[in-house]
């Protein structure tokens, strides 16, 4: 096999199994070329993937000597989204009762979407994570998308239990911004015992959800790793119960009689 045809095949193999480990005799059976020609491949493809800010290849020695994709994009790039972002969610015409935000089209956007994932990967790109865990509804496609880049599964926690699931654990919690009291319920098959964990949500306001959540993969000895957040009510804080999260977007000053609104840089942007 030619070079440019390799390090097509090789490109291709990274981006689809990202944070995945593959040892060197793989590529040289699949790829039928020697041990230095991989070598030298995956330098111009690490090169490359890093000149284009989209992550990089982390390589191992050794008997178990190996390399995996890192997907982590560099910080202007970053920036440079959730800025464009900050911009579509300032039009005052998506302001909803009680000073949420019509969002609905941008988590309908894949391409949006996935760049969403790809920001949140980069932020969690060193955390040892095993899976992605949402709430129903509006937090799963963002789910999927960070699941994709960090290469893990998706576990969705539900208000209510479904019979296709099997038993399941359920806890009630206490709304953050309603303090309505609430359920929560997750299928035992679902997560495994002791599992690193990735929480994932479209909005915050008190954190009251993102509570109910931790509280519930307790039940499950669950450790969660990180809290990922699209956007996050600024007029809540002096109320919010979460403190180590990661949010994209800050929205402060929802002046409903005005129809105007201020949209900030989250704490993700330093």
Same mark, same amino acid.
């Given at each position: ?64 000597? @190996? ?51 790809? #920001? ?48 399941? #654990? ?5 709304? @953050? ?7 929560? #319920? ?20 008190? @954190? ?54 201020? #949209? ?7």
């Amino acid at each position: 096999m030619k070079r440019s045809n390799r390090l097509v095949a090789l490109t291709n193999f990274f981006l689809e199994n990202p944070r995945t480990h593959t040892q060197f005799p793989y590529f040289v059976s699949q790829l039928a070329t020697t041990k230095a020609s991989i070598s030298e491949d995956m330098d111009i493809i690490d090169a490359v993937f890093r000149s284009e800010g989209i992550g990089y290849l982390q390589r191992t020695t050794g008997a178990g000597g @190996g390399v995996k994709f890192i997907p982590a994009c560099v910080d202007e790039k970053n920036k440079r989204f959730v800025e464009a972002l900050r911009q579509k969610l300032k039009d005052p015409v998506r302001i909803l009762p009680g000073g949420y935000l019509y969002m609905s089209d941008l988590l309908g956007d894949p391409k949006t979407v996935r760049e969403i994932g790809r #920001v949140f990967a980069s932020a969690f790109a060193k955390k040892d994570i095993d899976v992605v865990v949402t709430v129903a509804t509006k937090g799963i496609p963002l789910a999927y998308a960070v699941a994709s880049f960090l290469n893990v599964p998706v576990v969705i926690v539900r208000r209510d239990p479904k019979v296709t699931e099997g038993s399941s #654990v359920s806890i009630n919690y206490v709304s @953050g911004s309603s303090r309505k009291i609430q359920t929560m #319920v997750l299928p035992k098959r679902s997560l495994s015992e002791g599992a690193k964990v990735c929480i994932i949500d479209d909005f915050m306001k008190a @954190g009251g959800t993102i509570t109910g959540m931790i509280n519930l993969l307790e039940e499950f000895h669950a450790t969660v790793q990180a809290i990922g957040v699209l956007a996050e009510a600024d007029d809540e804080e002096e109320e919010r119960v979460i403190n180590d999260y990661t949010s994209l977007i800050k929205i402060s000053n929802v002046d409903m009689k005005k129809k105007a609104i201020d #949209v900030h840089f989250g704490n993700f942007i330093k």
